[in-house]
C-alpha cells in the first residue's frame, strides 16, 4: 500500500505540471507574449476583379497570408494544449486512485 502512495505523488505533481504549464502557454500565446510556433504558412486570398468592357481587371486581397497563417496557427496550438490538459488531468486522476485508501 505505501507503494501507491510514493508513486501517486509524484504523478499528482506531473500532472498538475502539465495543466499548469500548458495553461500559462495558451495565455501566452493568447496575450500576444510570445509567438505560437510556425506550422502552416498560408498564402494571401486574391480576388480578380473584372470591370465592364475595356476596362483593366483589377486584383484585391480579401485576407493576408501572415494574419490567415497566424490565426490558424493559434488554433492548432490551443488544440494542441488542450490535449496537453486533457492528459495531464489523466495523470493526476491516476496519482489520485493511487493515494486514495479504498475503505471496504
Do not use: H
Not at 502539465?18 to 505560437?36: C, D, G, K, Q, R
Amino acid at each position: 500500500m505505501k507503494w501507491n502512495k510514493i508513486t501517486g505523488y509524484p504523478l499528482v505533481s506531473v500532472g498538475l505540471g502539465m495543466i499548469i504549464i500548458s495553461v500559462y502557454l495558451m495565455y501566452a500565446v493568447f496575450t500576444n507574449s510570445i509567438e505560437p510556433p510556425k506550422i502552416l504558412r498560408l498564402n494571401d486570398i486574391e480576388l480578380l476583379i473584372p470591370l465592364p468592357v475595356g476596362g483593366v481587371s483589377v486584383k484585391t486581397t480579401l485576407i493576408q497570408g501572415d494574419q490567415f497563417s497566424k490565426l490558424v496557427n493559434m488554433l492548432l496550438w490551443a488544440v494542441f494544449m488542450l490535449f496537453i490538459v486533457s492528459a495531464g488531468g489523466k495523470i493526476c486522476d491516476i496519482g489520485v486512485k493511487l493515494i486514495k485508501e479504498v475503505k471496504g
